[in-house]
């Protein structure tokens, strides 16, 4: 296991805001290179997310994922 993956396991992931992971992830589209119109089309559909289930990643429930994604689309 990688020490990247040792961190994030020892983060205490419940105050961390789902916000801060989105623009970061969406930040790591960019470098990637990913196109301005796929990155676009990936925050709406986050920023959709994050409003519907708002707060802090201690809230996050996958079940709630999971009945939710559906009318993300």
């Not at 925050?43 to 999971?66: Q, T």
């Amino acid at each position: 296991m990688s020490s990247r993956q040792k961190r994030w396991e020892s983060v205490g992931k419940a105050s961390i805001p789902i916000a801060t992971l989105v623009d970061r992830y969406l930040s790591a589209c960019r470098s990637a290179g990913m196109s301005p119109k796929t990155i676009r089309g990936y925050n709406e559909k986050l920023k959709r997310y994050v409003h519907m289930m708002g707060g802090m990643l201690g809230g996050f429930i996958l079940e709630a994922v999971r009945n939710l994604g559906w009318s993300l689309l």
